[in-house]
């Protein structure tokens, strides 16, 4: 039944008091410094690391992981756990060796690291494509799927859930981003408990068919069940093969998408970059502690849900158009649970979804605001001013994506394929950009052109050639498999991570050419300050990232 009880109005609106009124005194407690800018977008100083930790999470978890993570936990198992596992090592990387150079050469945004880096032009270019990427892509299928999920477990209307979620949003994103990092702490234990508590219910759902209780007894018969949903490297004959095709996600492009989503991009790095190094260190090695917990929030309930199918049970509520839809798997075990726990359950996919459209239309406004109207609109613009265009921006941002997203078929697609095709075109490229302008000097600004430009181009390419060409001969070494066409053909297509891993190569290879040559006719570039004491870190860092690294090396052991 996919309706609220009395008692499930009580915990959301407990949720939703604490939630508002502690933004609240966070707000008022920190008002007098909100004046300035870079406080604003970026609670410089402020966030503590537990507060930069549980941000980071709470701004990447959203209606995406509940719904199509679990969605694909029901269809391929905990293979698309490596998301979220792989991440964690990504975050390590990125506290050692990213935030370091953002941190010493005082970078605030990517704009304005490209800027520094390279030219003006690449700066803006980016800023603009950002924003767009930002605005149509990410803020919209957070808003849509977050409302279609509410809307599957409440029955409310989905219109009337996007401008609830968007309402709740702006009210957290103006208070700014101190606001949004102490409010994502509370966020993150709602989604943390209720996520728990959906998972604990799911398992002993799964006990109940061979007659006993307890979680042990459920995911050791889901193990039996299903031994198939639990492997994390998948082999060539798996129909999921082409979505995670088999070490790529250990050794290619599963890094190209960690690395540029964890190490240059906006919506993620904003929440270290107003800290000192320790506390920013820190704050990303909690992050990564708690991204080894989310598989079990996220994907358990998905096998389980394909678990209870395969013995006879979902059979109808599973389906939607009179076909099985995986994505339907979250929501239908909220339905199974009892009032009250499924109010907190709601609680936390909501915590979800408004943290991450907060943290998104933080940065919008931030980019918006620092990078193309004080540079081109208003140079001269005071403090204040700069804080209320940033409060403008974000009102501006949530409107237009209330306006367009129910357009854009964001639900055909599904959250994860939706946003991965658009991003996918640019991130090999970027990430390209990115890393060579960290570490090699003589990288130039036409080296970056290069790889923003060709970068997309290269994409694009590898993505319809496969309508030009046969491509079963890469068949046989894993690089290319047969996929469904929308006509029903069948196609060998090159996997989304391989696409990306040879894109992010030739860019490499090309901006090092042009590089070259650039410097060959003497142009100057714009070195970074970088030394190796840098990357230094002090113990308790070296533990902790120690530990993460044995936890997973165990995990994929176990389940190989």
């Known amino acids: 039944m996919n309706s609220l009880d009395f008692k499930d ?9 604490i939630v508002a009124m502690y933004g609240w005194w966070i707000y008022r407690k920190k008002k007098k410094a909100v004046s300035a800018s870079h406080d604003y977008f970026l609670a410089e100083g402020s966030l503590t690391w537990w507060a930069i930790g549980t941000s980071l999470i709470a701004s990447n978890i959203s209606s995406e992981q509940f719904i199509a993570m679990s969605g694909n936990g029901f269809k391929m ?23 370091p150079v953002y941190l010493k050469n005082k970078i605030y945004t990517m704009p304005q690291f490209l800027q520094q880096r390279y030219n003006e032009t690449v700066a803006m270019i980016m800023a603009v494509f950002w924003l767009m990427l930002y605005v149509i892509v990410n803020l919209t299928s957070i808003l849509y799927l977050g409302a279609l999920a509410i809307n599957g477990i409440s029955g409310i209307d989905t219109t009337l859930c996007m401008y609830g979620l968007a309402v ?8 700014g981003m101190k606001v949004i990092g102490y409010t994502d702490v509370i966020q993150v234990m709602f989604l943390i408990l209720g996520g728990l508590v959906t998972t604990y219910l799911a398992l002993g759902r799964v006990a109940e068919l061979n007659g006993q209780d307890g979680v042990v007894n459920g995911f050791n018969y ?43 991009n906006q919506y993620i790095t904003q929440r270290a970059l107003g800290a000192d190094l320790k506390t920013a260190r820190s704050g990303i090695l909690f992050a990564a502690f708690l991204k080894l917990l989310m598989p079990v929030i996220v994907v358990l309930p998905g096998i389980a849900a394909y678990v209870i199918y395969m013995k006879g049970g979902l059979r109808t509520e ?21 009032a009250g726990l499924k109010g907190l359950s709601f609680a936390a996919l909501t915590a979800a979804v408004v943290a991450s459209l907060a943290g998104k239309v933080n ?5 918006f605001t620092l ?36 357009f854009l078929g964001i639900d055909k697609k599904g959250g994860f394929e939706f946003i991965q095709e658009y991003t996918g075109f640019v991130s090999p490229g970027i990430f390209a950009m990115f890393i060579l302008g960290f570490f090699w000097k003589k990288t130039s600004s036409n080296a970056a052109m290069f790889a923003t430009v060709g970068g997309f181009a290269l994409s694009v390419f590898f993505k319809f050639l496969p309508r030009f060409a046969d491509l079963k001969f890469l068949a046989s070494s894993g690089f290319s498999s047969l996929v469904a066409q929308k006509d029903g053909s069948l196609l ?32 100057q570039t714009n070195g970074l300050e970088i030394d190796s004491s840098m990357f230094k870190v002090n113990n308790r860092f070296a533990f902790g990232a120690a530990l993460v690294i044995v936890m997973l090396t165990a995990l994929y052991a176990y389940f190989w």
């Open 9 to 17: 109005y009580i915990v959301f609106l407990v949720y939703f008091l």
């Open 77 to 99: 198992g905990l293979a698309i756990a490596t998301y979220e596992w792989m991440a964690a090592l990504t975050l390590i990387i990125v506290a050692v060796f990213f935030i």
């Open 318 to 338: 599973m389906l939607q158009n009179g076909e099985l839809n995986p994505d339907k798997a979250y929501p239908v075990l909220l339905n199974l649970l009892p």
């Open 363 to 367: 940065s919008i406004a931030t980019i």
């Open 168 to 175: 709740f949003s702006i009210i957290i994103a103006l208070g």
């Open 492 to 523: 060998y297509e090159i996997p989304f991570l391989d696409r990306m891993g040879f894109v992010f190569v030739i860019a490499v290879i090309g901006m090092v050419i042009i590089s070259l040559i650039d410097h060959a006719r003497g142009k």
């Open 371 to 406: 990078d193309i109207f004080k540079k081109k609109i208003d140079i001269n613009a005071s403090e204040q001013k700069l804080v209320k265009v940033g409060k403008i921006v974000v009102v501006v941002a949530m409107v237009l994506a209330v306006i367009i997203a129910p």
């Open 222 to 264: 889901m193990m039996s069940q299903s031994n198939d949903h639990f492997h994390m490297i998948l082999k060539k004959e798996n129909s999921n093969f082409p979505s995670l095709p088999g070490l790529t996600v250990l050794l290619g492009g599963m890094w190209i998408v960690n690395l540029n989503y964890w190490g240059c």
